[in-house]
């Protein structure tokens, strides 16, 4: 079943006002089986984060020290990066409906083990790690499945409005999660988030069991999900040179131009006179509420057809973006810099997985979002480390407006040297 076998009913006649034009494109929204799956993500998005915030806040109150924190990150990172690439190639085996329900529920327990050690008062570091490298894990397995569905429930010419409209609500849960955590930890304690989340994720599984079947389309070779199917797909990718591209436009953008591992030196010093925890909190949210602006005027981007060149001026744009924030000296222009990457980021995000649907085969994309999870999980890390160090060694603003010329100039010069996400349109 296909994408154009996915959506029996008729479609409406869009509206002609101006205002449909750059407002939300929210023609994806019309079919009723991405409607549910786009559904659970508006729960989870804000339930999630939750537990994102309580787990640090838990490992700082029982060890005092942000090395466990960072500890704990590095936990989740390592099972997050294994179980996506084998998750991607258990998504092309099996009926991917299949796949989520198991992994919901996977994710849905671990979060009501969370509440069951807070709540009893275990105060083990290493419970906590354990917990999290399980619900990492099971998100790893979660993510190639669900992105991968997406093609098979939205027709092509409607992907970018589709990715826009999931990238929104995670942004957007990712700038009220962490700030609902902060008023509610106080209220009602660390062990209510966590149970918060679980509830939540129930929610999820119910609309995900609503979802049709979706298993490996007809014709599609039984196959087991193993190290040889793994490797297969990055051979898939490194014979289709829009994907390869595409993965690298990501990497470029996020590995050379993510300077958040400066931004509490910035915060500190450059910014000091605004307030260091103003200075801070603005810089952490102004990429996130850029995104989300992105996706409420997706109008503006959704149905161009050249994905290709969509992608190549987004990721110069975040260059150019990140360049100006690397210059300013006054906060609130430093703000709108980054707001105007997140907007960028958006665009690149939504260009990026459509081509990822579109240019792939349906047996091979969930092994291709299992590498999009990992990219998009390792690169901001990676980023960390090459900021930091190089934010030591020449300072941060030099660090900063350094990266994103590295970006522009990276991105022309692999545009104008393979011509292959040029000339790519739908």
Request: some cysteine.
């Amino acid at each position: 079943m296909d994408a154009s076998e996915s959506t029996t009913e008729e479609r409406e006649p869009e509206p002609r006002t101006s205002r449909r034009r750059w407002a939300m494109d929210t023609r994806p929204l019309r079919r009723p089986a991405y409607r549910r799956l786009w559904g659970s993500t508006i729960v989870t998005a804000v339930g999630s984060q939750l537990t994102a915030v309580a787990v640090p806040k838990q490992i700082y109150d029982i060890t005092g020290s942000s090395a466990w924190v960072g500890a704990a990150s590095l936990a989740g990172l390592v099972p997050l990066i294994v179980f996506a690439l084998w998750g991607g190639a258990i998504a092309d085996t099996m009926d991917r409906r299949r796949l989520l329900l198991i992994t919901n529920s996977g994710i849905a327990v671990t979060s009501l083990l969370f509440w069951l050690q807070a709540f009893v008062g275990l105060e083990s570091v290493g419970a906590l790690m354990l917990l999290l490298a399980v619900q990492q894990a099971f998100w790893g397995l979660n993510a190639p499945a669900r992105n991968a569905s997406i093609a098979r429930l939205v027709p092509e010419d409607e992907l970018p409005a589709a990715g826009a409209l999931g990238s929104t609500v995670m942004q957007t849960g990712q700038v009220a999660g962490p700030l609902l955590a902060g008023a509610l930890i106080p209220v009602i304690g660390l062990p209510e988030l966590y149970l918060i989340d679980a509830l939540a994720l129930c929610v999820t599984v119910w609309a995900v069991y609503r979802l049709p079947s979706l298993p490996p389309l007809a014709g599609a070779a039984v196959r087991r999900a193993g190290v040889k199917e793994i490797a297969a797909g990055f051979r898939y990718i490194s014979g289709h040179t829009v994907l390869l591209l595409s993965f690298l436009a990501d990497i470029i953008a996020m590995v050379l131009g993510m300077p958040r591992a400066l931004f509490p030196q910035l915060a500190s010093q450059t910014y000091a006179p605004y307030g260091e925890g103003l200075a801070l909190g603005l810089l952490f949210a102004a990429i996130p509420v850029g995104a989300v602006l992105g996706g409420l005027f997706s109008g503006t981007f959704s149905r161009a057809r050249r994905h290709g060149w969509m992608v190549i001026g987004a990721v110069v744009a975040w260059g150019v973006a990140i360049t100006g924030f690397g210059l300013s000296r006054n906060l609130w222009i430093a703000v709108a810099f980054l707001a105007l990457a997140g907007v960028a980021d958006m665009v690149s995000m939504v260009f990026r997985g459509a081509i990822l649907l579109s240019a792939a085969t349906d047996e091979m994309r969930g092994r291709m979002q299992g590498v999009f999870t990992v990219v998009v999980a390792g690169g901001p890390r990676l980023a960390d480390v090459l900021h930091g160090t190089a934010g030591s060694a020449f300072g941060p603003r030099v660090a900063v407006a350094g990266g994103g010329l590295l970006v522009v100039a990276v991105m022309l010069v692999l545009a104008a040297a393979v011509p292959a996400l040029r000339r790519y349109r739908v």
